[in-house]
């Protein structure tokens, strides 16, 4: 366990590594800008106009959706796993993702003749996610408590059901292939300032609500005597934590799609390094978040593909779901047989 001292320069580091990280994602692209002409953009300097636009205009959006996407589904995925008791627990892995995507393809599929349904979207799916998530819980729940891989097993069926029906949705609402398969899969490319708007007040209400929640997720590590011996309402404070974990996943995935690992990587590697105590392990779990989904969207961008769609002539970036899924993978083998061990 990390020292005080050891703990506030490990989060000014990562904050410096974040601020880094920001810098060089507002460079790269087809047109490279190096880091020195991004700060001067940055700070109004003068510089070319084209750069500018670059800068504010198109990348801006996609690398703040980056620190604000990962934080939330760091954040969210140390909450489930105090609720859950489990390592293995995260948005993708609880069926808040797919419930929230699910919920979303109704919604559009349902509803075009509004003129501005994307408003409502944000309700639409945070309903759809903790219904996800719950029905896991549900499911996975016997007595005694969950089952590690029960849980696994639980949430796979879930997702495999809930992905078919969003997938016969899609079908027979004729939505265009690449755009829902991005999604689906998980991507920040072509995201706007809208999209940082409508993902902001969700960041800005849950991320404080749940790093507030840290004395609680303390108790709940606990057993079930413990806890009601120092005062805490165990079943309120679990529905509380989760339905904060299921706003962040749902504010992550309304803006970028199911990005996966993001929640099981980041609380793992916080609690790897300070511990078990929650007050360190969720502001840690949100900036390792953020530094992953960032670093992992600069690898995005580096590589290019051909969507599926026979009339387009672009090639756009690699989702970044998908480079977190070949990140992620190797350590959720790592953690399923540890757990089964």
């Given at each position: 366990?990390?020292?005080?001292?050891?703990?506030?320069?490990?989060?000014?580091?990562?904050?410096?590594?974040?601020?880094?990280?920001?810098?060089?994602?507002?460079?790269?692209?087809?047109?490279?800008?190096?880091?020195?002409?991004?700060?001067?953009?940055?700070?109004?300097?003068?510089?070319?106009?084209?750069?500018?636009?670059?800068?504010?205009?198109?990348?801006?959006?996609?690398?703040?959706?980056?620190?604000?996407?990962?934080?939330?589904?760091?954040?969210?995925?140390?909450?489930?796993?105090?609720?859950?008791?489990?390592?293995?627990?995260?948005?993708?892995?609880?069926?808040?993702?797919?419930?929230?995507?699910?919920?979303?393809?109704?919604?559009?599929?349902?509803?075009?003749?509004?003129?501005?349904?994307?408003?409502?979207?944000?309700?639409?799916?945070?309903?759809?996610?903790?219904?996800?998530?719950?029905?896991?819980?549900?499911?996975?729940?016997?007595?005694?408590?969950?089952?590690?891989?029960?849980?696994?097993?639980?949430?796979?069926i879930v997702n495999a059901i809930l992905g078919s029906l969003t997938a016969i949705v899609m079908l027979r609402s004729n939505y265009a292939l690449g755009n829902i398969l991005s999604w689906l899969i998980g991507s920040l490319h072509g995201r706007?300032?809208?999209?940082?708007?409508?993902?902001?007040?969700?960041?800005?209400?849950?991320?404080?609500?749940?790093?507030?929640?840290?004395?609680?997720?303390?108790?709940?590590?606990?057993?079930?005597?413990?806890?009601?011996?120092?005062?805490?309402?165990?079943?309120?404070?679990?529905?509380?934590?989760?339905?904060?974990?299921?706003?962040?996943?749902?504010?992550?995935?309304?803006?970028?799609?199911?990005?996966?690992?993001?929640?099981?990587?980041?609380?793992?590697?916080?609690?790897?390094?300070?511990?078990?105590?929650?007050?360190?392990?969720?502001?840690?779990?949100?900036?390792?978040?953020?530094?992953?989904?960032?670093?992992?969207?600069?690898?995005?961008?580096?590589?290019?593909?051909?969507?599926?769609?026979?009339?387009?002539?672009?090639?756009?970036?690699?989702?970044?779901?998908?480079?977190?899924?070949?990140?992620?993978?190797?350590?959720?083998?790592?953690?399923?047989?540890?757990?089964?061990?």
């Amino acid at each position: 366990m990390t020292s005080t001292r050891s703990f506030v320069a490990l989060m000014v580091l990562g904050c410096i590594a974040s601020l880094a990280l920001f810098i060089l994602h507002l460079g790269l692209g087809t047109v490279w800008i190096p880091p020195d002409r991004v700060i001067e953009v940055l700070l109004d300097g003068l510089t070319d106009h084209t750069d500018r636009t670059i800068v504010w205009d198109l990348r801006m959006p996609r690398a703040i959706l980056g620190l604000l996407v990962g934080g939330m589904l760091g954040l969210s995925g140390a909450l489930l796993q105090v609720v859950m008791r489990n390592r293995l627990a995260e948005p993708g892995l609880t069926g808040v993702s797919t419930g929230g995507i699910l919920a979303a393809v109704l919604f559009l599929g349902g509803v075009w003749g509004l003129p501005q349904p994307g408003r409502l979207l944000p309700f639409v799916v945070l309903v759809g996610a903790l219904a996800g998530g719950i029905l896991v819980l549900l499911v996975s729940s016997k007595r005694g408590g969950i089952d590690p891989l029960r849980l696994i097993l639980t949430a796979v069926i879930v997702n495999a059901i809930l992905g078919s029906l969003t997938a016969i949705v899609m079908l027979r609402s004729n939505y265009a292939l690449g755009n829902i398969l991005s999604w689906l899969i998980g991507s920040l490319h072509g995201r706007v300032w809208d999209d940082v708007w409508l993902a902001l007040p969700w960041a800005a209400v849950a991320i404080p609500a749940g790093l507030l929640a840290a004395r609680a997720a303390n108790v709940l590590q606990l057993d079930d005597e413990s806890g009601r011996a120092l005062g805490l309402p165990l079943q309120p404070a679990r529905v509380a934590l989760f339905g904060l974990a299921g706003v962040l996943a749902a504010g992550a995935v309304t803006v970028s799609g199911a990005i996966p690992f993001v929640g099981l990587m980041a609380p793992n590697a916080a609690r790897a390094v300070a511990g078990a105590d929650a007050r360190r392990v969720l502001p840690l779990a949100a900036l390792i978040g953020c530094l992953l989904l960032l670093a992992a969207d600069l690898v995005a961008q580096s590589f290019s593909i051909k969507p599926p769609i026979p009339s387009s002539a672009y090639r756009v970036g690699l989702p970044v779901g998908a480079v977190m899924a070949i990140l992620g993978a190797p350590l959720l083998i790592y953690l399923i047989r540890r757990s089964t061990r």
